[in-house]
């Protein structure tokens, strides 16, 4: 059974920092696309950053650049996504994605997997 895990979330003040993991188990994820995706209330799930299987190719949605970097371990499995200067409109419940069976890399109907979600909230 594949499971995607993920961690890491909390409350943390603004221009703090925090770091998602998102541990895959069942099967390996090494030649696949992974990503990262987030809802806020009352908000569709919108794409946050994507890394391809050689980590070479990173896009990321504008309102993150800069300050979020997606990066992979192939050997751990593991998908990490490292936020700093967080804002307060970065508060939601982010999302690990896994195994892009499409070409769109930023929409969330086109991955296989999901995991459970881990809740992000950025005070002021």
């Known amino acids: 059974q594949v499971q995607l895990v993920e961690s890491g979330g909390g409350l943390v003040q603004a221009g703090g920092s925090l770091r998602l993991s998102c541990a895959a188990s069942?099967?390996?994820?090494?030649?696949?696309?992974m990503a990262w995706f987030r809802q806020a209330p009352g908000k569709e799930r919108e794409f946050v950053a994507a890394i391809s299987w050689s980590g070479v190719s990173t896009p990321y949605t504008d309102s993150v650049k800069g300050r979020f970097t997606i990066s992979r371990d192939n050997a751990k499995n593991t998908v990490y996504l490292q936020m700093n200067s967080l804002k307060p409109e970065d508060t939601a419940v982010y999302y690990c994605?896994?195994?892009?069976?499409?070409?769109?890399?930023?929409?969330?109907?086109?991955?296989?997997?999901w995991g459970q979600g881990t809740q992000v909230t950025v005070s002021s």
């Open positions: 069942g099967r390996t994820f090494s030649g696949s696309v």
């Open positions: 994605a896994a195994d892009l069976v499409g070409n769109n890399y930023a929409s969330s109907s086109q991955y296989a997997y």
